[in-house]
């Protein structure tokens, strides 16, 4: 590349919702095993027509070392008009070289125009690497605004909204921390540090297709934040466990549930396992944080990090009412005396 700018620019051509990148592999052309390796400056973007009105897109993305033996010198960057993201493989979360990563790019309506680029960072001057990384294997998913599930105060409580998972998937998706969970590939969610999301097919799951798995050490996780009522009685149900990806130590997870927090220990032999927990608490004044943290820092026999699991999180108002239906209950029953 020698410091010469690397640029592709692929327009885009209608296509389903599930298809809304061309040519997301970069097979076409040509026909079998390529992949796009971005240079000292290099950069590729595309631009496609956001389709649906007012909804979310995420990006599934691998990135791949760029040679044998090498160190990472470059970091790469996703961006949207909405969005930055920068990736790189500095830590061994999978058996395989690659990783997956899942990015939120943001919201549009139908019709928007939207140009996403990806770039290489440079964090050393060597105009004659052969070790710049690889991008392969693209997706670009759409989900609409989230509706409330029945009997739960929270949004995406089962993490099954989220960034799709490719067909090579079999190591998950990284999600790297999201500032807020406007700008989560986990949809509601903050990210703090960095955690796996994983499917059912290759990872124990205790519900449903997806869950999250903890893998960047102390005090790393996912919190989502709620407006209760003050001093009102709330519960949060959930499940912890392993995986089976052979983390087979004590997993440590600090729960933080309004102003109470507890510390819960996971002990297994690195096999499939999952234990339901409830949290009760009353409500503190302003935002409560829901939170799961890792209290431990965990790696395989093999090296890799890994960490506890987190799914099926509830939050509920004592005696199973919301707080604004014990207020509608109290208004009605104010009226009917005065009607009688």
């Known amino acids: 590349m020698h410091g010469e700018m690397f640029f592709l620019q692929l327009l885009f051509i ?4 599930a298809d809304l990148l061309q040519n ?16 000292q400056d290099g950069k590729i973007n595309q631009t496609f027509i956001a389709t649906g009105d007012n909804m979310n897109y995420l990006l599934t993305f691998t990135l791949v070392p760029g040679g044998q033996n090498c160190s990472a010198n470059a970091d790469v960057v996703v ?72 009997g739960n105060l929270l949004l995406n409580g089962g993490f099954e909204v989220g960034p799709d998972f490719l067909s090579n998937s079999t190591e998950g998706i990284l999600l790297e921390s999201a500032p807020s969970p406007v700008q989560s590939a986990l949809l509601q969610w903050t990210v703090i540090g960095t955690v796996k999301y994983i499917d059912s097919k290759h990872f124990f799951v205790p519900e449903g297709n997806a869950a999250i798995e903890i893998v960047s050490g102390v005090s790393t996780g996912i919190q989502i934040d709620v407006m209760l009522t003050e001093g009102s009685s709330y519960y949060v149900n959930f499940t ?17 549930a309004g102003p109470v927090v507890r510390n819960i220990t996971l002990e297994s032999s ?17 935002p409560n ?52």
């Open 240 to 256: 912890a466990g392993h995986a089976g990806d052979g983390c087979d130590r004590k997993l440590m997870v600090r729960v933080q």
């Open 14 to 17: 209608g296509l389903t919702s």
């Open 24 to 39: 997301p592999d970069f097979e076409s052309p040509p026909d079998n095993g390529h992949a796009i390796q971005l240079g």
């Open 79 to 150: 961006s949207a008009p909405d969005s930055r993201g920068v990736f790189s493989l500095k830590q061994h979360y999978g058996k395989e070289s690659w990783e997956s990563y899942g990015h939120y790019l943001g919201r549009w309506d139908r019709g928007e125009p939207i140009n996403l680029v990806i770039e290489s960072l440079t964090t050393e001057s060597d105009a004659n690497s052969t070790c710049w990384p690889m991008i392969d294997m693209l997706f670009l998913k759409t989900d609409p605004a989230l509706a409330q599930a029945d």
């Open 289 to 340: 944080p829901i939170s799961f943290l890792s209290g431990s820092t965990n790696q395989t026999k093999d090296g890799v990090f890994c960490g506890p699991i987190i799914d099926e999180v509830v939050l509920r108002a004592s005696h199973g009412l919301k707080p604004q239906l014990k207020l509608e209950i109290l208004i009605y029953v104010l009226v009917l005396a005065v009607v009688l």
């Open 270 to 286: 690195g096999t499939r396992s999952a234990v339901k927990y409830s949290v009760p608490f009353k409500a503190g004044s302003g």
